[in-house]
């Protein structure tokens, strides 16, 4: 029996406002002037200056704004990487991610292709990458993805989605401010925050789960359960409870794993580019056989929310396009080994797939 | 408003039996055949073949095994230092503490004072700490402190009995294998518990209090009751859970403080050498008066494990002792801030804390 040994991000501030110490967080770590600070910031920020006038931009840093439209790609990390090679003049002092999960798991994967041969795709699996990545600081202005304590940053590559797993991927700081989070519509706040509902409930019943992993689930499902049902939380409480339900939710799946809803919603959005939050509800919206208990309660809370989910995503759908995402969701074993056990393939079929995808 | 960046344990492995990959872990951390790795273990598992081993000696690697019969004292940290310098050829490469909250804290303290000038004494306080420590590794065998986490290590100095609080205090690798918390007795088990225990209770009824700390105390006051009051877990499921929720215990602390208990029970530790554990549980006994809903709930704890508490432990002391008792509890400022508010001073008198001690 071997455990893993999961690296922790370094450290963290929490607290409403904290976004405000980014620059004293940041000055000891400058390397030079000609290091500079690289800022990847989800371009829904873009001439919002609340928030990026609190960063002080000195030398040669830069803003990158980048848009979210589409899932994080492997070739949009190595093009950000390269256009940070081509302007800079050395190597940077740090990348900082300001934004969702998408904006924080490219942060983390071009942090790691800063410092590491090829291309990111050549590093989608587990521990492949080899030296250690540039420093690098996630700032979530979104709640549920857990990508803010993650050791993954997924991405979708020419070949399959698929995180770059390894020690040198989380976050070597966090600011955990949940002033941040304000202005986001209802509908993305419910589909992020549900990624770590989900989280939870794959987690907590799945067979690789622990002692460890059950606490962090335990907890962060409480947490969304008194978020998402609750009528008791003021907005401030709602924000900063959400915050940590998706750290905790995060820390969850260290020892445990995601489970079918991820596998499915991994097919949906690699052939359909459909935004992991939104996948995850479509898909886990039609699994009670797996998650009656979870799947009651998500729709209690889409009820409670007014939210819609996407009817027929999957009603125009060639057989070979169903094929595409059903090699995706059957490729990603240990999620169906921790939903299932280790008999997984005797019930989970490419028809048991296709007849769950026809529903969606 | 400025925030805590908090420094987290920068790699943690859960599971029973994980301590069998120790070796495995320390391995790529060798400096050289020079550089050895010294293992400060309680004394009470001196000739326990079923520990040491699971230890691979090599080089100049050493076992220290220390007594942990009185609190670590800032001079007993001088002493190893200076033992550990005189007999290796060059820095170690790495200190790894085996025991409870004493040797946990030692390990810290050691590894600071390695790279540190002077006298531990000298850094006892806040930020004091220039350089980085050794890299060091705590395996907890008692479960509770939360000393596996926490970026202290408390110390009786000459003068005070305070922690050495500094980012570079907490451990770079955890291992949390609850197989090693067996063969504890029942007394102890339950007082290192209620550790964890008290300070669930004390940063919950804060004024410190905020949604971080939160959500970390009351997963381990849970997993406390759980523990502590129903009868449904397994001695292995209570051990593993206990184990959790010391490490969310100890989290809880980051954002908040504990407060009355440890503030008195510093004192007692200081002029008698109470060991902290039961010296916390003397104390929160007689607290109802801060902490009414805590204390009745430790009652019913006491009751159902039949400990009993000493008695009368204050009872032959001098006006002179009482007066030292009263120095060291009052001189935890923040601890008093954090449970009464700012205006501590007001009602928290050298005669109220007489009183208080004069009934324990």
Redesign the interface.
């Known amino acids: ?15 409403r ?2 976004f405000n ?1 980014v620059n004293d ?1 940041l000055a000891p770590k400058r390397l030079g002037i000609h290091s500079p600070f690289i800022f990847l910031i989800d371009d829904v920020f873009k001439g919002n200056s609340w928030l990026t006038s609190r960063i002080s931009l000195a030398y040669d840093d830069r803003i990158i704004f980048v848009s979210t439209k589409e899932e994080p790609k492997t070739a949009q990390v190595d093009d950000l990487v390269e256009d940070i090679i081509l302007k800079g003049k050395e190597r940077p002092s740090g990348i900082i991610g300001i934004g969702g999960g998408s904006i924080l798991d490219l942060t983390k994967a071009v942090s790691i292709m800063l410092t590491n041969d090829g291309l990111a795709e050549d590093y989608q699996g587990w521990d492949l990458v080899k030296n250690p990545a540039i420093y690098h600081v996630g700032v979530p202005t979104l709640s549920g993805t857990g990508a803010e304590v993650s050791r993954t940053a997924v991405l979708t590559g020419p070949e399959k989605k698929l995180g770059i797993n390894s ?1 040198f991927t989380p976050f070597d ?1 966090v600011i ?1 401010d ?1 002033k941040l989070t304000r202005g986001v519509s209802k509908e993305q706040w419910f589909y992020t925050g549900m990624d770590c509902y989900i989280h939870c409930v794959e987690s907590l019943t799945g067979t690789y789960l ?3 992993s059950q ?2 689930g ?2 962060a499902l ?2 969304c359960k008194e978020i998402f049902l609750d009528d008791k939380l003021s907005e401030e ?1 709602a924000q ?2 959400l ?3 998706s750290w ?1 939710g995060g820390m969850s799946i260290v ?1 445990s794993q995601v489970g079918v809803a991820h596998a499915l919603s991994y097919g949906l959005s690699y052939l359909l580019g459909t935004k992991h939050g939104i996948g995850n509800c479509i898909v886990f919206n039609h699994l009670e056989e797996f998650y009656p208990e979870g799947v009651k309660i998500f729709k209690e809370m889409l009820a409670k929310h007014h939210i819609s989910l996407p009817q027929g995503v999957c009603a125009h759908l060639s057989d070979s396009e169903f094929d595409i995402m059903i090699d995706v969701a059957l490729g990603l074993e240990p999620l169906w080994e921790n939903a299932i056990g280790i008999d997984w393939k005797k019930t989970i079929t490419r028809e048991k797939l296709k007849s769950l995808y026809q529903r969606m």
């Open positions: 029996m071997n455990y893993k040994n999961f690296p922790m991000v370094s450290k963290v501030i929490f607290g406002g904290s110490q967080v020690d700081q955990l949940s622990n002692a460890f606490s962090y335990n907890m409480e947490l409480e900063e409870k915050m940590m339900a905790h020892y």
